[in-house]
């Protein structure tokens, strides 16, 4: 293998998005799945569920202390949500950079809450922050499922 197949091997890495339940329930699952593999992306993992209210706490365990946890948990159990591991070229930064600002009124247009809404807890998609924090989550999000 030559010196930059190599390196672009290495680029590569692995995030974790959540469709979340008003992304779901307004039909967003196919247009925001569609734009990360458009981008490059390729889906590792991809599971439909409805957080448990413990699955849920240890998800979004990083924000426990925060004002608004009770209200993120109710939310992100509030129906079904869909997970997917992405992988590719510096993975966790390009795909915060499409999935936009927390803020959605505030978020660039071109970016997926940007473009599909004005909410902050229901801000359509959750997407890891670090490699550390895709780790802890994706062990919360896929527990015991296999593959
Ligand atoms: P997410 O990327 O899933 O990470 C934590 C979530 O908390 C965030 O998106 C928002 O949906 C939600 N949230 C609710 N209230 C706030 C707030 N005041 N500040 C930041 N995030 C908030």
């Not at 010196?3 to 890495?13: F, I, V, Y």
Request: glycine share 10%; aromatic share 8%.
């Amino acid at each position: 293998m030559g010196e930059e197949a190599l390196k672009e091997m290495s680029a590569s890495e692995d995030t974790l998005v959540v469709v979340k339940p008003d992304g779901v329930r307004r039909g967003l699952v196919g247009e925001i799945l569609r734009r990360f593999e458009s981008k490059g992306f390729v889906i590792k993992k991809l599971h439909m569920l409805t957080m448990s209210r413990s699955q849920a706490e240890e998800f979004y365990s990083v924000h426990s202390a925060k004002p608004f946890f009770g209200e993120l948990v109710s939310f992100i159990t509030s129906g079904p949500v869909v997970g997917a591991v992405l992988s590719g070229r510096d993975a966790v930064a390009t795909v915060r950079r499409m999935v936009g600002a927390t803020k959605s009124w505030e978020a660039a247009a071109g970016t997926i809450r940007g473009d599909f809404g004005l909410g902050l807890t229901d801000n359509c998609i959750h997407a890891s922050d670090s490699a550390e924090s895709f780790t802890k989550e994706s062990a919360a999000f896929f527990g015991q499922t296999r593959g």
